[in-house]
Protein backbone atom coordinates (compact mmCIF):
# COMPACT_ATOMS: atom_id res chain seq x y z
CA UNK A 1 0.00 0.00 0.00
CA UNK A 2 1.54 3.34 -1.26
CA UNK A 3 2.19 6.10 0.98
CA UNK A 4 -0.29 8.39 -0.13
CA UNK A 5 -3.18 5.76 0.34
CA UNK A 6 -1.69 5.32 4.39
CA UNK A 7 -1.96 9.22 4.61
CA UNK A 8 -5.39 9.44 3.16
CA UNK A 9 -6.84 6.48 6.02
CA UNK A 10 -4.77 8.30 8.37
CA UNK A 11 -6.69 11.55 7.54
CA UNK A 12 -10.12 9.63 7.32
CA UNK A 13 -9.59 8.07 10.43
CA UNK A 14 -8.80 11.36 12.26
CA UNK A 15 -11.83 13.02 10.71
CA UNK A 16 -14.43 10.35 11.67
CA UNK A 17 -13.26 10.69 15.29
CA UNK A 18 -13.32 14.46 14.80
CA UNK A 19 -16.69 14.49 13.33
CA UNK A 20 -18.60 12.28 15.90
CA UNK A 21 -16.95 14.14 18.93
CA UNK A 22 -17.52 17.32 17.45
CA UNK A 23 -21.46 16.06 17.36
CA UNK A 24 -21.86 15.59 20.40
CA UNK A 25 -20.46 18.91 21.72
CA UNK A 26 -22.90 20.41 19.05
CA UNK A 27 -25.92 18.21 20.56
CA UNK A 28 -25.14 18.73 24.17
CA UNK A 29 -24.77 22.48 23.45
CA UNK A 30 -28.17 22.99 21.22
CA UNK A 31 -30.00 21.21 23.45
CA UNK A 32 -29.66 22.68 26.50
CA UNK A 33 -32.16 25.71 25.37
CA UNK A 34 -33.74 23.88 22.11
CA UNK A 35 -34.82 20.34 22.80
CA UNK A 36 -37.74 19.73 20.17
CA UNK A 37 -37.91 23.20 18.96
CA UNK A 38 -37.07 24.95 15.87
CA UNK A 39 -33.43 26.56 16.23
CA UNK A 40 -34.48 30.30 14.62
CA UNK A 41 -31.60 32.65 13.58
CA UNK A 42 -31.52 34.34 17.03
CA UNK A 43 -30.69 31.47 18.63
CA UNK A 44 -28.14 30.15 16.45
CA UNK A 45 -26.32 33.07 16.77
CA UNK A 46 -26.82 32.79 20.19
CA UNK A 47 -24.84 29.40 20.22
CA UNK A 48 -22.13 31.43 18.78
CA UNK A 49 -21.26 32.65 22.10
CA UNK A 50 -21.29 28.95 23.50
CA UNK A 51 -17.97 27.83 23.91
CA UNK A 52 -19.07 24.47 23.77
CA UNK A 53 -20.99 24.77 20.64
CA UNK A 54 -17.81 26.78 18.71
CA UNK A 55 -15.52 23.74 20.14
CA UNK A 56 -17.70 21.04 18.11
CA UNK A 57 -18.15 23.02 15.43
CA UNK A 58 -14.30 23.77 15.18
CA UNK A 59 -14.53 19.69 15.43
CA UNK A 60 -16.59 19.50 12.94
CA UNK A 61 -15.21 21.67 10.06
CA UNK A 62 -11.54 20.05 10.95
CA UNK A 63 -13.09 16.96 10.46
CA UNK A 64 -14.71 17.62 7.40
CA UNK A 65 -11.70 19.28 6.16
CA UNK A 66 -9.41 15.75 6.70
CA UNK A 67 -12.24 13.76 5.07
CA UNK A 68 -12.09 15.70 2.28
CA UNK A 69 -8.19 15.55 2.13
CA UNK A 70 -8.45 12.15 1.94
CA UNK A 71 -10.57 12.34 -1.32
CA UNK A 72 -7.92 13.97 -2.63
CA UNK A 73 -5.33 10.82 -2.39
CA UNK A 74 -7.66 7.95 -2.52
CA UNK A 75 -11.22 7.11 -3.98
CA UNK A 76 -14.18 7.58 -2.60
CA UNK A 77 -15.05 3.17 -2.31
CA UNK A 78 -11.77 3.59 0.41
CA UNK A 79 -12.44 7.05 2.03
CA UNK A 80 -16.37 7.10 2.67
CA UNK A 81 -16.94 3.80 4.37
CA UNK A 82 -14.10 5.08 7.16
CA UNK A 83 -16.06 8.20 7.66
CA UNK A 84 -19.08 5.68 9.56
CA UNK A 85 -16.42 5.06 12.02
CA UNK A 86 -17.40 8.87 13.32
CA UNK A 87 -21.32 6.77 14.32
CA UNK A 88 -19.47 4.58 16.56
CA UNK A 89 -17.59 7.40 18.37
CA UNK A 90 -20.61 9.12 19.17
CA UNK A 91 -22.55 6.55 20.32
CA UNK A 92 -19.92 5.48 22.73
CA UNK A 93 -19.15 9.01 23.77
CA UNK A 94 -23.09 9.82 24.45
CA UNK A 95 -23.59 7.10 26.41
CA UNK A 96 -20.41 7.93 28.36
CA UNK A 97 -22.12 11.33 28.89
CA UNK A 98 -24.73 10.00 29.56
CA UNK A 99 -23.65 7.52 32.42
CA UNK A 100 -25.71 5.01 30.67
CA UNK A 101 -24.55 1.17 29.65
CA UNK A 102 -24.72 0.20 25.63
CA UNK A 103 -26.89 -2.61 25.48
CA UNK A 104 -26.95 -5.29 23.31
CA UNK A 105 -29.78 -3.80 20.97
CA UNK A 106 -27.20 -1.24 20.55
CA UNK A 107 -24.44 -2.85 19.82
CA UNK A 108 -27.03 -4.77 16.71
CA UNK A 109 -28.19 -1.68 15.55
CA UNK A 110 -24.70 0.23 15.37
CA UNK A 111 -23.54 -3.11 13.56
CA UNK A 112 -26.71 -3.00 11.35
CA UNK A 113 -25.61 0.61 9.98
CA UNK A 114 -22.11 0.64 10.16
CA UNK A 115 -21.60 -2.43 7.97
CA UNK A 116 -24.99 -1.04 5.62
CA UNK A 117 -22.91 2.29 4.89
CA UNK A 118 -20.03 0.48 4.34
CA UNK A 119 -21.40 -2.04 2.14
CA UNK A 120 -22.94 0.51 -0.07
CA UNK A 121 -20.53 2.60 -0.65
CA UNK A 122 -17.94 -0.12 -1.66
CA UNK A 123 -20.32 -1.48 -3.83
CA UNK A 124 -21.76 1.38 -5.63
CA UNK A 125 -18.59 3.52 -5.55
CA UNK A 126 -16.37 0.75 -7.17
CA UNK A 127 -18.12 1.05 -10.50
CA UNK A 128 -17.37 4.41 -11.23
CA UNK A 129 -15.03 6.96 -12.57
CA UNK A 130 -15.88 10.22 -13.62
CA UNK A 131 -13.36 12.71 -14.65
CA UNK A 132 -15.38 15.71 -16.57
CA UNK A 133 -18.71 17.28 -15.63
CA UNK A 134 -20.57 19.62 -18.56
CA UNK A 135 -21.81 22.59 -17.89
CA UNK A 136 -25.46 21.15 -18.29
CA UNK A 137 -24.59 18.08 -15.94
CA UNK A 138 -23.38 20.69 -12.97
CA UNK A 139 -26.92 22.43 -13.32
CA UNK A 140 -28.67 19.48 -13.11
CA UNK A 141 -26.84 18.38 -10.16
CA UNK A 142 -27.21 22.14 -8.33
CA UNK A 143 -31.27 21.27 -9.20
CA UNK A 144 -31.06 17.95 -7.71
CA UNK A 145 -29.05 19.24 -4.90
CA UNK A 146 -31.55 22.05 -4.49
CA UNK A 147 -34.81 20.24 -4.59
CA UNK A 148 -33.74 17.72 -2.39
CA UNK A 149 -32.98 20.38 0.03
CA UNK A 150 -36.56 22.11 -0.13
CA UNK A 151 -38.29 18.24 0.14
CA UNK A 152 -36.15 17.67 3.73
CA UNK A 153 -36.65 21.09 5.21
CA UNK A 154 -39.92 21.20 4.78
CA UNK A 155 -40.90 17.73 5.82
CA UNK A 156 -38.49 18.72 8.99
CA UNK A 157 -40.44 22.11 9.20
CA UNK A 158 -43.73 20.52 9.76
CA UNK A 159 -42.70 16.85 11.66
CA UNK A 160 -42.21 16.34 14.95
CA UNK A 161 -39.15 14.19 16.88
CA UNK A 162 -37.42 11.46 15.07
CA UNK A 163 -39.02 12.52 11.88
CA UNK A 164 -37.94 15.92 11.86
CA UNK A 165 -34.50 15.13 12.98
CA UNK A 166 -34.11 12.55 10.58
CA UNK A 167 -35.25 14.78 7.49
CA UNK A 168 -32.79 17.54 8.75
CA UNK A 169 -29.81 15.41 9.14
CA UNK A 170 -30.97 14.06 6.08
CA UNK A 171 -30.60 17.88 4.41
CA UNK A 172 -26.88 18.31 5.95
CA UNK A 173 -26.03 14.34 4.60
CA UNK A 174 -26.94 16.22 0.73
CA UNK A 175 -24.90 19.52 1.15
CA UNK A 176 -21.84 16.87 2.24
CA UNK A 177 -22.52 14.65 -0.55
CA UNK A 178 -22.53 16.93 -3.02
CA UNK A 179 -19.65 18.31 -1.93
CA UNK A 180 -17.84 15.02 -1.77
CA UNK A 181 -18.76 14.61 -5.45
CA UNK A 182 -17.39 17.86 -6.08
CA UNK A 183 -14.23 17.56 -4.29
CA UNK A 184 -13.06 14.32 -5.94
CA UNK A 185 -14.03 15.47 -9.27
CA UNK A 186 -11.49 18.19 -8.50
CA UNK A 187 -9.07 16.29 -7.68
CA UNK A 188 -9.16 14.31 -10.49
CA UNK A 189 -8.82 16.85 -12.75
CA UNK A 190 -5.51 18.08 -10.79
CA UNK A 191 -4.62 14.56 -10.77
CA UNK A 192 -4.68 14.20 -14.88
CA UNK A 193 -4.10 17.49 -15.26
CA UNK A 194 -7.23 18.83 -17.16
CA UNK A 195 -7.71 22.34 -15.79
CA UNK A 196 -10.36 22.66 -18.19
CA UNK A 197 -12.35 19.84 -16.31
CA UNK A 198 -11.89 21.34 -13.14
CA UNK A 199 -15.80 21.91 -11.45
CA UNK A 200 -15.21 26.23 -10.63
CA UNK A 201 -18.96 26.05 -10.80
CA UNK A 202 -19.56 23.28 -8.38
CA UNK A 203 -17.33 24.01 -6.12
CA UNK A 204 -18.42 27.51 -5.31
CA UNK A 205 -21.91 25.94 -4.80
CA UNK A 206 -20.67 23.64 -2.71
CA UNK A 207 -18.75 26.36 -0.59
CA UNK A 208 -22.38 28.54 -0.39
CA UNK A 209 -24.25 25.26 0.38
CA UNK A 210 -22.05 24.98 3.84
CA UNK A 211 -24.38 27.66 6.16
CA UNK A 212 -27.50 25.28 4.75
CA UNK A 213 -25.83 22.70 6.03
CA UNK A 214 -25.18 23.93 9.17
CA UNK A 215 -28.18 25.20 9.91
CA UNK A 216 -30.14 22.10 9.12
CA UNK A 217 -27.80 20.10 11.22
CA UNK A 218 -28.56 22.26 14.30
CA UNK A 219 -32.33 21.56 13.79
CA UNK A 220 -31.61 17.98 13.95
CA UNK A 221 -29.11 18.47 17.13
CA UNK A 222 -32.59 20.17 18.65
CA UNK A 223 -34.55 16.99 17.94
CA UNK A 224 -32.85 14.05 18.22
CA UNK A 225 -29.41 12.45 19.81
CA UNK A 226 -26.13 12.90 18.67
CA UNK A 227 -25.65 9.30 17.68
CA UNK A 228 -28.91 9.57 15.29
CA UNK A 229 -27.83 12.66 13.60
CA UNK A 230 -24.70 11.33 12.48
CA UNK A 231 -26.27 8.43 11.81
CA UNK A 232 -28.44 10.19 9.18
CA UNK A 233 -25.92 11.87 7.87
CA UNK A 234 -23.44 9.54 7.18
CA UNK A 235 -26.41 7.47 5.49
CA UNK A 236 -27.18 10.74 3.31
CA UNK A 237 -24.11 12.16 2.30
CA UNK A 238 -22.85 8.55 0.22
CA UNK A 239 -26.56 7.75 -0.71
CA UNK A 240 -26.29 11.75 -2.37
CA UNK A 241 -23.19 11.13 -3.99
CA UNK A 242 -23.67 7.78 -5.60
CA UNK A 243 -26.73 8.95 -6.36
CA UNK A 244 -25.75 11.99 -8.29
CA UNK A 245 -23.52 9.67 -9.99
CA UNK A 246 -25.95 7.63 -11.32
CA UNK A 247 -28.93 9.91 -12.09
CA UNK A 248 -26.54 12.77 -13.71
CA UNK A 249 -23.09 11.56 -14.41
CA UNK A 250 -24.50 7.66 -16.32
CA UNK A 251 -22.32 5.87 -13.69
CA UNK A 252 -25.86 3.25 -13.32
CA UNK A 253 -25.26 1.83 -16.92
CA UNK A 254 -21.88 -0.04 -15.20
CA UNK A 255 -23.58 -1.30 -12.12
CA UNK A 256 -25.31 -5.14 -12.74
CA UNK A 257 -28.51 -6.26 -11.69
CA UNK A 258 -26.73 -8.37 -8.49
CA UNK A 259 -24.55 -5.49 -7.59
CA UNK A 260 -27.51 -2.75 -7.27
CA UNK A 261 -29.77 -5.54 -5.46
CA UNK A 262 -27.31 -6.10 -3.02
CA UNK A 263 -26.90 -2.26 -2.78
CA UNK A 264 -30.40 -1.90 -2.07
CA UNK A 265 -30.09 -4.63 0.61
CA UNK A 266 -27.00 -2.53 2.61
CA UNK A 267 -29.17 0.18 2.23
CA UNK A 268 -32.26 -1.30 3.94
CA UNK A 269 -29.89 -2.60 6.72
CA UNK A 270 -28.29 0.32 7.69
CA UNK A 271 -31.56 2.15 7.46
CA UNK A 272 -33.19 -0.21 9.76
CA UNK A 273 -30.19 0.05 12.18
CA UNK A 274 -31.26 3.87 12.29
CA UNK A 275 -35.07 3.67 12.74
CA UNK A 276 -33.68 1.37 15.60
CA UNK A 277 -31.00 2.93 17.40
CA UNK A 278 -32.48 5.49 19.50
CA UNK A 279 -35.09 2.75 20.82
CA UNK A 280 -32.45 1.31 21.93
CA UNK A 281 -30.65 3.60 23.70
CA UNK A 282 -33.80 5.53 25.07
CA UNK A 283 -34.31 1.46 26.93
CA UNK A 284 -30.56 1.70 28.60
CA UNK A 285 -30.96 5.28 29.79
CA UNK A 286 -33.89 4.63 31.23
CA UNK A 287 -32.45 1.83 32.58
CA UNK A 288 -29.85 3.75 34.40
CA UNK A 289 -32.36 6.48 35.39
CA UNK A 290 -34.10 3.61 36.73
CA UNK A 291 -31.18 2.20 38.85
CA UNK A 292 -30.03 5.62 40.08
CA UNK A 293 -33.20 6.77 41.54
CA UNK A 294 -32.96 3.00 43.17
CA UNK A 295 -30.19 3.39 44.52
CA UNK A 296 -31.47 7.16 45.35
CA UNK A 297 -34.24 5.91 47.65
CA UNK A 298 -32.52 3.30 49.41
CA UNK A 299 -29.80 6.08 50.77
Same mark, same amino acid.
Given at each position: ???????????????? +? &?????????????? $???????????????????????????????????????LA??????????? #????? +? =???????? $?HS??????????? *???????? !?TS???????? =? /??? $?? =??????????????????????? %???? /???? !?????? #?? !????????? &??????? %???? *??? @??????????????? #???????????? @??????????????????????? &???????? =?????????? !???????? +?????????????????????????
Amino acid at each position: MGSLLWLALALAIAGA +V &LNGLGALWQNTAVR $DNQTGKLVSIAALLHLLRNRRWLMGQLAVIIGSALHFGALAFAPVTVIQPIG #VLGIA +V =TTVASARR $DHSQLSVGTWLSLA *AIVLGVGG !FTSLAASNAQV =T /RVS $DE =TAVLIAMIVGLLLMVLGLIGSIG %HGLV /RCLA !FAAGGG #VV !FGFASVVIR &LAALSVE %HGNP *ADF @PTGSLIGAILSIPVA #VWFIQQAHASGP @PDLVVAALTLADPIVAIGIGYVA &LGEGAKTS =TVATLAEGAC !FLIAAIGI +VVLPRTRRKSTSKVGNHLQAQYSES
